[in-house]
């Protein structure tokens, strides 16, 4: 929700905490429909196409499960699909549960069953790992074979910024692994710590690095969306422009645009001119 001035784009953005994350996706879509929203390799979307990816998404799980907070597992890879099913979960008023799909298939079983997930969402070329993890009470739903891509709108489920938005899962090297829930404030609180910290503008592109399933990953998507920046695997962020004078940054990852090197990062973002 970044405007071109750092201050007046960080009020806008704190104001972002006291709604939901679909209504931060709703904002961007007013802003500017046309500015690019992901990107993975020959994969893109706009804002107004990201939007209407999820909302045919959020109806799909509607279908499937009806109404209700339900907690639901999410296994793709790192792309537009991860980014859309992501809020397209979250229209639907459902908790979602990212899979990493390194983990070991009886940790992501454990996950399932620990969270009460009846239904997981995947597609593309983790459809068979899928099929392993999922057991005889548990759906699957595949985004490639959707009935349509898109909807012109989201189904009629009201998010409260106290919600819950997101389960996400400890590595459990000291024991059993555990659920840590996190609301739509929460999850926002993050993103515009992140932002204001880092800089992004809407003109960023966001280099996805750590996996959705923690909450560091999460942050790192929601922080280009609150920018209306462009999040995307750091192979794609990394190369949208070429290094000019880069600096390193706190966690090594590079910034391409040497006007603004002051500005220090805990995210991989590659700076529009």
Not at 82 to 99: S, Y
Not at 209 to 233: F, Q
Request: glycine letters at 10%.
């Amino acid at each position: 929700m970044r405007g071109d001035g750092a201050s007046a784009g960080g009020g806008r953005a704190l104001a972002a905490c006291e709604t939901s994350i679909p209504g931060v996706l709703e904002a961007q879509v007013r802003k500017a429909p046309h500015r690019l929203a992901v990107r993975a390799g020959l994969r893109a979307l706009t804002y107004a196409q990201l939007e209407a990816r999820a909302n045919a998404i959020a109806w799909a799980v509607v279908d499937a499960l009806g109404p209700g907070a339900h907690p639901v597992a999410m296994l793709l890879p790192m792309d537009d699909r991860l980014v859309a099913a992501f809020l397209g979960l979250l229209e639907a008023g459902k908790v979602v549960v990212p899979l990493d799909p390194r983990d070991p298939v009886p940790r992501l079983n454990a996950i399932c069953r620990d969270a009460g997930a009846t239904l997981l969402v995947t597609g593309g070329e983790l459809l068979p790992e899928a099929r392993g993890i999922a057991e005889s009470a548990m759906r699957i739903l595949d985004l490639d074979a959707l009935p349509r891509r898109d909807a012109p709108r989201e189904p009629d489920v009201p998010a409260t910024p106290d919600a819950l938005a997101l389960l996400v899962y400890t590595s459990g090297s000291a024991g059993t692994p555990k659920g840590v829930a996190h609301s739509h404030r929460s999850v926002l609180r993050n993103a515009v710590r992140e932002m204001t910290t880092v800089g992004v503008i809407a003109e960023d592109r966001v280099a996805l690095v750590l996996p959705a399933s923690t909450l560091a990953g999460a942050r790192e998507i929601m922080t280009a969306l609150v920018a209306g920046a462009c999040p995307g695997p750091s192979r794609d962020a990394m190369s949208i422009r070429p290094a000019s004078g880069g600096e390193a940054t706190r966690s090594g990852w590079r910034r391409t645009s040497a006007t603004r090197k002051a500005r220090s990062s805990t995210l991989g973002v590659s700076m529009g001119s």
